[in-house]
């Protein structure tokens, strides 16, 4: 029963990094979560089969099904996050330090007013 719940707590998981809109590509993300929450279905129902008291030769085929589907979902969902958090990680870098050599400016309009000269 614990591992059900364990198991919807990884989908919650999934469904997290899908909603900071982070990873990037988006396309590799989805289908990393799409595999991911698969597998963690899958693992839902061997939960539900060792609680429904079946052999162990009924469960562990669908328990060593779920295993490669969560990994390589997570793996992929992961690689996306990390690939997009580096690209946003080096945009932040660049704008900052165009900032403070000072070839970064506003365009006439756009600053806020507390940035604009009186």
């Known amino acids: 029963m614990l591992w059900a719940v364990a198991n919807v707590g990884m989908i919650g998981g999934a469904f997290g990094l899908l909603a900071l809109d982070v990873a990037r590509p988006r396309w590799l993300a989805v289908l990393g979560a799409a595999i991911n929450i698969l597998g963690n279905l899958i693992r839902i129902v061997a939960s539900a089969l060792i609680i429904a008291g079946v052999g162990a030769d009924v469960y562990t085929p669908v328990v ?55």
């Open 64 to 118: 060593l099904s779920s295993m490669p589907l969560m990994m390589f979902g997570m793996g992929a969902l992961g690689a996306a996050t990390l690939l997009g958090l580096a690209l946003l990680l080096v945009t932040v870098v660049a704008g900052v330090a165009a900032i403070l050599s000072g070839e970064r400016q506003a365009a006439e309009g756009y600053a806020p007013r507390w940035l604009r000269a009186s």
